[in-house]
T-cell receptor, first 110, second 115 residues
Framework: QKEVEQNSGPLSVPEGAIASLNCTYS??????FFWYRQYSGKSPELIMS????GDKEDGRFTAQLNKASQYVSLLIRDSQPSDSATYLC??????????FGGGTRVLVKP | ETGVTQTPRHLVMGMTNKKSLKCEQH?????MYWYKQSAKKPLELMFV???????ENNSVPSRFSPECPNSSHLFLHLHTLQPEDSALYLC??????????????FGEGSRLTVL
């Protein structure tokens, strides 16, 4: 079983719609959760972090965490073509290791 | 110079060559990392240095040899690589390596091709 699992996509959404990305993780003791965005040919950049159950909003981005169900999600509201990228879920699990999922490719179509 | 810089950006080498990748961070961070990113595979942690001391070697083959002379510089020495080592090698830094360490700042990467 993969430690951090994401649907590889591509997730195709029309401009202005909500993109919903999901991530599940296997290590129950995980405490910290992150979303990174990676444009094609570029390096990942951190866009959201979440540490406690519930929702965390930052601009058009909302991260949602449910530790009991071991999933974390990212919502992108009012999606723009500039949001087209691969979104990486990362989980800080046992031993201070940051483990990344394989990423979900998002395509926002004008 | 700002952020994390990596050189070279692109490298082509034969299996018998010896080369090095260089990373420099200008953020005043204490932890530095090497990650490998291959097509269709998640980012793989290779090495972690915290205050110049290696704290993690994620079962990386000995043909990859890291060096961290100070908290701002990190090298990855390469020798007798295999074609399957072709990948994007990403350097990253963070303030420190703690239990909630997750805010990594990545360099632009070094694209390595092994012929």
């Amino acid at each position: 079983q993969k430690e951090v699992e994401q649907n590889s996509g591509p997730l195709s959404v029309p401009e202005g719609a909500i993109a919903s990305l999901n991530c599940t993780y296997s290590d129950r003791v995980s405490q910290s959760f992150f979303w990174y965005r990676q444009y094609s040919g570029k390096s990942p950049e951190l866009i959201m972090s979440i540490y406690s159950n519930g929702d965390k909003e930052d601009g058009r981005f909302t991260a949602q965490l449910n530790k009991a169900s071991q999933y974390v999600s990212l919502l992108i509201r009012d999606s723009q073509p500039s949001d087209s990228a691969t979104y990486l879920c990362a989980v800080n699990a046992a031993g201070n290791k940051l483990t990344f999922g394989g990423g979900t490719r998002v395509l926002v179509k004008p | 110079e700002t952020g994390v810089t990596q050189t070279p950006r692109h490298l082509v080498m034969g299996m018998t060559n010896k080369k090095s990748l260089k990373c420099e961070q200008h953020l005043g961070h204490n932890a530095m990392y090497w990650y490998k990113q291959s097509a269709k595979k998640p980012l793989e942690l290779m090495f972690v240095y915290n205050f110049k001391e290696q704290t993690e070697n994620n079962s990386v083959p000995s043909r990859f040899s890291p060096e961290c002379p100070n908290s701002s510089h990190l090298f990855l020495h390469l020798h007798t690589l295999q074609p399957e080592d072709s990948a994007l090698y990403l350097c990253a830094s963070s303030q420190d390596w703690t239990g909630v360490a997750g805010e990594l700042f990545f360099g632009e990467g070094s694209r390595l091709t092994v012929l």
